[in-house]
């Protein structure tokens, strides 16, 4: 079975705009079949906000491992489903409910603390 290293995804998302139709600010559809007109943020502009919200934790942070996992997390979600998202309180939910899972599963480790390291050294 082949394995997937996930730093290598997070580079390639970091570094690579999306370029479908859902993130280029069409409209969505919404829960509840309702259509969001609001533009969607380009995926620079969501990785920019990424990138200085990871800068900005204090580097002697004991949590910033963790903090910076969350900030992925949540800027995959939004980079893919738009951020109309942050209006849905179970969506904070369900980010903390994934960074546990993936930070209390040992096989993943390595590969977190590498795609960690690789958006602390994003400037």
Do not use: W
Not at 28 to 46: F, I, K, Y
Request: no cysteine; proline share 6%.
């Amino acid at each position: 079975m082949t394995s997937i290293d996930p730093s290598s995804a997070l580079a390639r998302l970091l570094r690579s705009p999306v370029r479908d139709g859902r993130a280029a600010g069409t409209a969505g559809s919404a829960r509840g079949g309702e259509t969001v007109n609001a533009p969607r943020a380009q995926p620079r502009d969501l990785s920019q906000v990424l990138a200085s919200r990871v800068q900005a934790l204090d580097p002697d942070d004991a949590f910033r491992r963790t903090k910076v996992l969350r900030l992925f997390i949540e800027h995959a979600l939004l980079a893919e489903f738009g951020e109309s998202l942050m209006a849905d309180p179970g969506f904070f939910r369900m980010v903390d409910h994934v960074v546990a899972q993936m930070d209390n599963t040992p096989e993943l480790s390595g590969h977190i603390n590498r795609a960690v390291e690789l958006l602390l050294q994003q400037r």
